[in-house]
Nanobody, 124 residues
């Protein structure tokens, strides 16, 4: 399995970006997620989606500004980010889990495959 993230960039506060994560290989139908990591901070959960049923899960602090979605035909995960703030600046990583369940899907250790990360920088 390979994951290729794209769509990051430099945006002003209040702007929007859409990240994409294209998958290849035998990906299965478990959970896929977005995490982010700012310099000097731990990697944190952003959002996840159950690939088969489309159920979505969000970090409480990001609900309402970020939206995760999928295109099953393209085997691609998306993250729409609106009303971006400087504190959203981070490297964003997509991830795929073969065995996550709802109780651990917010934990990075539940994910088996990771994309290379795409940088999002929000200027004030």
């Amino acid at each position: 399995v390979q994951l290729q993230a794209s769509g990051g960039g430099l945006v002003q506060a209040g702007g929007s970006l859409r990240l994409s994560c294209a998958a290849s290989g035998q990906t299965g139908r478990n959970y896929r997620a977005w995490f982010r990591q700012a310099p000097g901070k731990e990697r944190e959960f952003v959002a996840a989606i159950k690939w088969g049923g489309g159920y979505t899960y969000y970090a409480d602090s990001l609900k309402g500004r970020f939206a995760v979605s999928r295109d099953m035909a393209k085997d691609t995960l998306y993250l729409q980010m609106d009303n971006l703030k400087p504190e959203d600046t981070a490297a964003y990583y997509c991830a795929l889990s073969l065995s996550a369940i709802t109780s651990n899907l917010r934990n990075a250790v539940a994910y088996h495959y990771w994309g290379q990360g795409t940088q999002v920088t929000v200027s004030s």
